[in-house]
């Protein structure tokens, strides 16, 4: 699940950006966090012109788990995602599996904005942009990910939502002028189409790989880089807090498929009880839990550390896949999909930046596509 990335890349970015990879489908990509000024000792001047003391700094904040415990849980949960997707598509049509995973997903994120008392975000032109933030970063590519694993492997599907660094690369270069490439980005996004290519075992005609499926799967990846940088374009800098922006835009995401589905399923004859609790745990920990521990992350460890649980999430869908689905691998899918996730590491490498005045590096920014 695309590791709504915090970055140009999945899975995991924040609110309506989340990576990734970053974000697997990863991930609901979510609404990019805004950058954080770098604090700084203000000095007022008294009647005589003595300098006012600085307030101390505030002690940091102490979490009950450790954030390495938390960051194995979102690997696992987003790893997890392609599997579980493949067991509800076994009963449930796939816009059926998608709507359940908006539902549950909706429902987890409303009742931690109920717990914090969040106030919705205001204004029309704010909800139409999380409308078209749902579409692209939810709706849309969960429903193309669904249908993908009707044809392909749970392990392909995870292994193409690994690709949306790269895509992400490729728009960003273009439309978004100050995001100019490196050669060492562009050698990253090399490799990493080079390791596409071996996924798909490009030597040998493609054999054996339903192309529609995979197309799918890819378009899916595509469309979280095109929904981040519609967000930054759109709802950079808003006040609210980056759980009302993500909770109301999965919302609207529910209500588009809660539109749709109707219109092309029909009402199963029945409820097979594990496809529906894999579509409840798709949603509840894979859409609205993991969104709550990715912020928690990115807060306590900062967003560099925080997206590395993109390059985690293929290796536990392949495994998940192989071993509990029983799913066969030949020898190109694993060196490929190693492939794809050292270039897209590489497509997200930037300069060290120097904060003015101390020489200390300063802490990345979460990137905002």
């Given at each position: 699940?695309?590791?709504?990335?915090?970055?140009?890349?999945?899975?995991?970015?924040?609110?309506?950006?989340?990576?990734?990879?970053?974000?697997?489908?990863?991930?609901?990509?979510?609404?990019?966090i805004a950058s954080t000024p770098v604090a700084s000792t203000a000095v007022a001047s008294t009647a005589?012109?003595?300098?006012?003391?600085?307030?101390?700094?505030a002690p940091p904040v102490r979490r009950a788990l450790d954030w390495r415990l938390r960051f194995a849980a979102?690997?696992?949960?987003?790893?997890?995602?392609?599997?579980?997707?493949?067991?509800?598509?076994?009963?449930?049509?796939?816009?059926?599996?998608?709507?359940?995973?908006?539902?549950?997903?909706?429902?987890?994120?409303?009742?931690?904005?109920a717990v914090k008392r969040t106030p919705l975000p205001r204004g029309a032109r704010t909800w139409g942009h999380l409308a078209v933030a749902g579409f692209l970063l939810n709706a849309?590519?969960?429903?193309?990910?669904?249908?993908?694993?009707?044809?392909?492997?749970?392990?392909?599907?995870?292994?193409?939502?690994a690709t949306s660094p790269l895509w992400g690369m490729v728009l960003s270069v273009v439309a978004l002028s100050e995001d100019r490439p490196t050669r060492r980005r562009v050698a990253g996004l090399g490799i990493g189409f080079l390791g596409v290519l071996t996924v798909l075992g490009a030597w040998q005609g493609f054999s054996g790989l339903d192309a529609t499926g995979t197309a799918m799967a890819l378009g899916?990846?595509?469309?979280?880089?095109?929904?981040?940088?519609?967000?930054?374009?759109?709802?950079?800098?808003?006040?609210?807090?980056?759980?009302?922006?993500?909770?109301?835009?999965?919302?609207?995401?529910?209500?588009q498929l809660a539109v749709v589905t109707p219109l092309f399923t029909t009402v199963p004859d029945a409820?097979?009880?594990?496809?529906?609790?894999?579509?409840?745990?798709?949603?509840?920990?894979?859409?609205?839990?993991?969104?709550?521990?990715?912020?928690?992350?990115?807060?306590?460890?900062?967003?560099?550390?925080?997206?590395?649980?993109?390059?985690?999430?293929?290796?536990?869908?392949?495994?998940a896949g192989v071993s509990i689905l029983g799913e066969t691998l030949g020898w190109n899918t694993p060196v490929g999909a190693l492939v794809v996730i050292a270039g897209a590491a590489l497509t997200q490498s930037r300069p060290r930046r120097t904060r003015i005045g101390s020489g200390e590096p300063t802490r990345p920014q979460p990137p905002q596509p």
């Amino acid at each position: 699940m695309s590791t709504p990335p915090l970055s140009a890349a999945p899975g995991p970015a924040p609110a309506a950006a989340v990576s990734a990879a970053a974000a697997p489908s990863v991930p609901i990509a979510p609404i990019p966090i805004a950058s954080t000024p770098v604090a700084s000792t203000a000095v007022a001047s008294t009647a005589v012109g003595a300098a006012r003391p600085a307030a101390p700094a505030a002690p940091p904040v102490r979490r009950a788990l450790d954030w390495r415990l938390r960051f194995a849980a979102l690997s696992l949960i987003w790893g997890f995602s392609f599997l579980l997707i493949k067991v509800g598509t076994s009963a449930y049509a796939p816009f059926q599996v998608t709507f359940g995973r908006l539902l549950f997903g909706t429902a987890v994120l409303a009742v931690a904005m109920a717990v914090k008392r969040t106030p919705l975000p205001r204004g029309a032109r704010t909800w139409g942009h999380l409308a078209v933030a749902g579409f692209l970063l939810n709706a849309l590519p969960f429903s193309l990910f669904a249908y993908a694993e009707l044809t392909i492997p749970s392990t392909l599907a995870g292994i193409c939502n690994a690709t949306s660094p790269l895509w992400g690369m490729v728009l960003s270069v273009v439309a978004l002028s100050e995001d100019r490439p490196t050669r060492r980005r562009v050698a990253g996004l090399g490799i990493g189409f080079l390791g596409v290519l071996t996924v798909l075992g490009a030597w040998q005609g493609f054999s054996g790989l339903d192309a529609t499926g995979t197309a799918m799967a890819l378009g899916a990846s595509l469309s979280y880089p095109v929904g981040w940088i519609y967000v930054r374009r759109t709802l950079a800098g808003r006040t609210e807090s980056h759980l009302s922006l993500t909770g109301s835009q999965l919302f609207l995401a529910m209500l588009q498929l809660a539109v749709v589905t109707p219109l092309f399923t029909t009402v199963p004859d029945a409820f097979p009880v594990l496809p529906l609790l894999a579509v409840a745990a798709l949603g509840a920990l894979g859409t609205g839990l993991a969104v709550l521990i990715q912020y928690g992350l990115v807060a306590e460890v900062g967003p560099t550390t925080g997206q590395m649980v993109t390059y985690f999430v293929p290796v536990i869908a392949t495994a998940a896949g192989v071993s509990i689905l029983g799913e066969t691998l030949g020898w190109n899918t694993p060196v490929g999909a190693l492939v794809v996730i050292a270039g897209a590491a590489l497509t997200q490498s930037r300069p060290r930046r120097t904060r003015i005045g101390s020489g200390e590096p300063t802490r990345p920014q979460p990137p905002q596509p």
